[in-house]
């Protein structure tokens, strides 16, 4: 569909992107979810420092995304693991 320039706001600066059309929404979602973590951060914790308060959102959206990765990888052994035992289990079968 092609590309098309957008301007997101993160923690009162302005952003111009170009994103693929089917991407807009995406970005636009992230950005707000970023602005309301740092909004968060900034009414709970005694930070003013845009860049402290952007440096702890990231913080929190990678570690996020790494817990993530880590659960997905564990349900892939896990998988892998249970299709070893069936594998085994019908070799077993087909082999009596």
Do not use: C, W
């Not at 059309?21 to 900034?42: D, G, S, T």
């Not at 952007?54 to 570690?63: E, F, P, Q, R």
């Amino acid at each position: 569909m092609g590309e098309i320039s957008i301007k997101i706001t993160i923690s009162d600066r302005i952003y111009p992107l170009k994103v693929n059309v089917e991407e807009e929404e995406i970005v636009r979602r992230a950005a707000k979810i970023i602005n309301e973590r740092i909004k968060e951060y900034q009414e709970n914790y005694a930070v003013r420092d845009k860049q402290d308060l952007l440096s702890m959102a990231v913080l929190h959206y990678a570690t996020a995304v790494l817990r993530a990765e880590q659960k997905v990888q564990q349900q892939d052994t896990s998988v892998a693991d249970k299709v070893e035992e069936l594998d085994s289990l019908l070799n077993g079968f087909l082999i009596k």
